[in-house]
C-alpha cells in the first residue's frame, strides 16, 4: 500500500492511514529473497522475545544479505532493542522501510540498527509514547482488587516504564537518532487516547525522517 490522495487515513491519527501495512504475522518471519540482484531479509510481523536468536541465526545462515526490509506492528520493546543490537553488531547491513509498509513501536529499534537506513518514499515509521499500561487484564484486575493492590500495580508499572524509557532513549542516541525525535515528537504523544484526543501515534514525514536522522543516507 503507497499512500496516495486517495488512502484513507485515521481520523483518531490523521498522520497516518487508516490501515498501516505492518504486517499480521502473529511473530516476526524472516525470510531471504533476491531483490534487484542483491540478498535481502524480509522482517515482517509482531516483534517477539525470541526474534533476536532468530535473527542472529538468520544472519549468520545468510551472510550475503545486504538489507533488511520492515514491516511490524511493534511488539516487545526490549526484544526490539536486542534485535537493533544484532542488526549494528553486522557492520554494513542496510535497513529499509518500502514503500508502503509501515513500522511502528518496537520495530523502531530493529530499522535503527541499520547502517545505513533507508525510509523510501510511501513508507512509515511511525511513533508513539513508550507506555507499560498496554495490559488491561492485569488493570482491572488489581482495581477489582481494591487500593492497595492498584497502588502496586502503578508502582511496578512506572518503574519498568523508567528503566525501559531510559534503555530505549540510550539506544536510539546511539544508532544516532536527533534527541529531538524524542522531545519534539514521541514525548508530545498521548500514552492513551482520551475522550479529547484520541491520537496516540504519528507517521514521520520523508522531511521529518532526514531532519531527526532516522534515515540516514545522503541521497535526496
Known amino acids: 500500500m503507497s ?14 492511514p487508516l490501515n498501516p501495512n505492518w504486517s499480521a504475522n ?15 531479509l524480509l ?40 534485535a537493533g543490537r544484532v542488526v549494528r553488531s553486522n557492520l554494513g547491513i542496510i535497513t529499509r522501510i518500502p514503500s508502503g509498509w509501515a513500522c ?3 520495530c523502531n529499534f530493529v530499522f535503527m540498527g541499520g547502517q545505513p537506513r533507508l525510509v523510501d518514499p510511501g513508507g512509515l515509521f511511525i511513533v508513539h509514547m513508550f507506555t507499560r ?17 492498584t497502588r502496586d500495580l502503578i508502582g511496578d508499572i512506572e518503574q519498568d516504564a523508567a528503566l525501559l ?21 514521541m514525548y508530545r504523544q498521548k500514552a492513551i487516547a482520551t ?12 522531511k521529518e525522517v532526514k531532519a531527526y536522522n532516522v534515515a540516514n543516507n545522503d541521497d535526496g
Open 104 to 106: 511502528f513501536s518496537a
Open 43 to 82: 522482517a515482517e510481523g509482531r516483534i517477539d522475545a525470541g526474534l533476536p536468536d532468530r535473527l542472529t541465526k538468520a544472519l549468520a545462515a545468510n551472510p550475503d544479505v545486504e538489507e533488511i526490509w520492515l514491516r511490524s506492528p511493534g511488539g516487545d520493546a526490549r526484544a526490539g532493542n536486542a
Open 133 to 149: 499500561t498496554g495490559d488491561r487484564s492485569a488493570i482491572d484486575m488489581s482495581v477489582a482488587m481494591g487500593t492497595d493492590a
Open 195 to 206: 475522550d479529547d484526543d484520541k491520537s496516540t501515534r504519528r507517521c514521520l514525514t520523508q
Open 3 to 16: 499512500l496516495t490522495a486517495a488512502t484513507p487515513m485515521d481520523p483518531a491519527n490523521p498522520t497516518c
Open 165 to 185: 524509557a531510559s534503555e530505549d532513549n540510550d539506544f536510539l542516541i546511539r544508532m544516532g537518532v536527533s534527541r529531538k525525535l524524542l522531545t519534539d515528537v
Open 26 to 40: 502473529p511473530t516476526m518471519t524472516l525470510t531471504p529473497v533476491v531483490r534487484g540482484g542483491m540478498k535481502v
